[in-house]
């Protein structure tokens, strides 16, 4: 689907090209943020790499359709209304679900080895990413499915400006960005987002001060699990193709996007996602689909080497 929607703004040709490229860059970021804040708030806390993070969202996209789907609730055949509401159900399940499904991996997985080494944790997290990968197999198969098209492709700029912008790519920014800054002033100015931070700081003076850091890391491991789940329901909606290997891929941009923008950074997340996505999507259009993940690899050990803490991370000391 993207590889088809950066041909077609290919053919625009001249500026118009570029910034269509601009804004399907835009779009697929926001999708890539989401999944990253994911990443960064467990990171931030922890200092854990969740790398099963990117297969449950690849379970919720798969719930979700499997929901849509005519053997469920058939939202292909309602009307516009009964869709809408159909399709907020079905936001509101995946989101549930994922949370549940990221909780119960700190609780079964991950709270156990709180103490132990940090290698112990991730080389858990590959393990429990795979054996994710391994139930998204049995669930539906090793062929890619298609995602019901619930939303318009109709652009919504006049055609005779050559810029493409529709109803897919407006569902993509509308549910994203809120999301995004509903996070930021959560963690900023609620007591949970404040014990959250006081975790991050210095668990053991957050403890001594009152802080349930265990009912902290449960709840960031919920929050990050629903993001999961958002992000999986809007993928599904844009791309129109789900599949159980679909959580490696987005998964690995979503870690570079958090890794780029400073991981731990809640903002930094936001603005990797984007910036990955607008090099992915100008990379392919100017110097060639097959050419994307080495540029984007390459940007990013060159942001590396002279700001290690990413884009807008800062440097902390190591916590013993």
């Given amino acids: 689907m993207v590889p088809m929607l950066l041909a077609s703004a290919e053919s625009s040709g001249g500026w118009h090209s570029f910034v269509n490229f601009c804004l399907i860059g835009f779009t697929t970021g926001c999708l890539f943020a989401l999944i990253a804040l994911g990443y960064t708030m467990v990171y931030g806390i922890l200092e854990l790499i969740n790398f099963a993070h990117g297969d449950v969202f690849m379970l919720g996209a798969l719930l979700g359709v499997t929901l849509?789907?005519?053997?469920?609730?058939?939202?292909?055949?309602?009307?516009?209304?009964?869709?809408?509401?159909g399709l907020a159900v079905v936001f509101v399940v995946v989101a549930v679900f994922c949370a549940v499904v990221n909780f119960s991996i700190d609780r079964l997985v991950y709270r156990p080895?709180?103490?132990?080494?940090?290698?112990?944790?991730?080389?858990?997290?590959?393990?429990?990413?795979?054996?994710?990968?391994?139930?998204?197999?049995?669930?539906?198969?090793?062929?890619?499915?298609?995602?019901?098209?619930?939303?318009?492709?109709?652009?919504?700029?006049?055609?005779?400006?050559?810029l493409q912008f529709t109803y897919k790519d407006l569902m993509v920014v509308a549910t994203s960005v809120p999301i995004m800054i509903a996070l930021t002033l959560f963690v900023r100015y609620t007591s949970l987002g404040r014990a959250m931070r006081a975790t991050a700081q210095n668990p053991t003076a957050a403890r001594l001060m009152g802080v349930n850091v265990d009912r902290v890391i449960g709840a960031t491991f919920a929050i990050g699990g629903m993001l999961a789940g958002a992000a999986s329901l809007v993928y599904g909606?844009?791309?129109?193709?789900?599949?159980?290997?679909?959580?490696?891929?987005?998964?690995?941009?979503?870690?570079?996007?958090?890794?780029?923008?400073?991981?731990?950074?809640?903002?930094?997340?936001?603005?990797?996602?984007?910036?990955?996505?607008?090099?992915?999507?100008?990379?392919?259009?100017?110097?060639?689909?097959?050419?994307?993940?080495?540029?984007?690899?390459?940007?990013?050990?060159l942001i590396l080497v002279f700001k290690p803490s990413g884009l807008l991370g800062t440097?902390?000391?190591?916590?013993v």
């Avoid at 499915?145 to 055609?159: A, G, K, Q, V």
């Avoid at 440097?315 to 916590?319: A, F, L």
């Fill in 68 to 85: 849509i789907n005519p053997r469920c609730m058939n939202l292909e055949a309602a009307s516009p209304g009964g869709a809408a509401a």
């Fill in 237 to 301: 909606l844009y791309i129109n193709t789900v599949g159980f290997q679909m959580g490696f891929q987005n998964g690995l941009y979503a870690f570079t996007a958090a890794v780029l923008g400073g991981i731990g950074n809640l903002p930094g997340a936001m603005l990797g996602g984007i910036v990955i996505g607008m090099v992915r999507s100008l990379g392919s259009g100017y110097v060639g689909e097959r050419w994307t993940t080495s540029l984007i690899f390459a940007i990013l050990i």
């Fill in 113 to 162: 080895l709180r103490t132990a080494p940090k290698l112990a944790p991730l080389v858990s997290a590959i393990g429990v990413s795979f054996i994710l990968m391994n139930i998204g197999l049995l669930w539906i198969g090793p062929a890619d499915t298609h995602f019901p098209d619930l939303i318009s492709r109709r652009n919504l700029l006049p055609e005779s400006s050559s």
């Fill in 315 to 319: 440097r902390t000391r190591e916590k």
